[in-house]
């Protein structure tokens, strides 16, 4: 099983549509997690941290489920410069300091 | 200012030719990173540098030498490069080891092997 897994995608969106993303982790003592964006041929870019409590940030909702080892990212009335692949990212604090595990990306693509 | 940058942004070479790509944070950060992201677009994490210690050496092949002259830079050598060494790499710094923490990623280098 593969550590950071996520919807394959990709999907494709009208404009003021909801959409939502999940990611699963197979790791139990991770301990921090994030959404990046990736617009194409760019680098990933940070959209925003995840929290025990869940976060939102404007149209965005982000939540974390450690009992299930899931989390979810919700996009609410989706624009067209939201278009861009979605990485989930895991990050296990061990022994030997910090480890990013990106997962393998959803894309999505908001239509006019 | 950019905060972490790379060059060259594009890099093509032959097979068994040698190269090497730089990166440079000015963020202060104590923490870098080297990333591969084939055409799959997949992320695997390469090497972690910490104060000038490689912290986490991922199974790359050794003709992958990364080398830091200080906590500011983190460069990348490649020996005898071969066609599957082509993707995008790239580098990420982060404050710290320790704690959750975020990463800054650069621009990327696209390197095609011929």
């Known amino acids: 099983r593969k550590e950071v897994e996520q919807d394959p995608g990709p999907f494709n969106v009208p404009e003021g549509a909801t959409v939502a993303f999940n990611c699963t982790y197979s790791?139990?003592?991770?301990?921090?997690f994030f959404w990046y964006r990736q617009d194409c041929r760019k680098e990933p870019k940070l959209l925003m941290s995840v929290y025990s409590s869940g976060n939102e940030d404007g149209r965005f909702t982000a939540q974390l489920n450690r009992a299930s080892q899931y989390i979810s990212l919700l996009i609410r009335d989706s624009k067209l410069s939201d278009s861009a692949t979605y990485l989930c990212?895991?990050?296990?604090?061990?022994?030997?300091?910090?480890?990013?595990?990106f997962g393998p990306g959803t894309r999505l693509s908001v239509l006019p | 200012d950019t905060a972490v940058s790379q060059t060259p942004k594009y890099l093509v070479t032959q097979m068994g030719n040698d190269k090497s790509i730089k990166c440079e944070q000015n963020l202060g950060h104590d923490t870098m990173y080297w990333y591969k992201q084939d055409s799959k677009k997949f992320l695997k994490i390469m090497f972690s540098?910490?104060?000038?210690?490689?912290?986490i050496n991922e199974t790359v092949p050794n003709r992958f030498s990364p080398k830091s002259p200080d906590k500011a830079h983190l460069n990348l050598h490649i020996n005898s490069l071969e066609l599957g060494d082509s993707a995008v790499y790239f580098c990420a710094s982060s404050r710290d080891r320790l704690g959750p923490d975020t990463q800054y990623f650069g621009p990327g280098t696209r390197l095609t092997v011929l």
């Open positions: 990212v895991v990050n296990i604090d061990d022994n030997y300091g910090q480890n990013f595990v």
């Open positions: 790791n139990s003592a991770s301990q921090s």
């Open positions: 540098y910490n104060n000038k210690e490689l912290i």
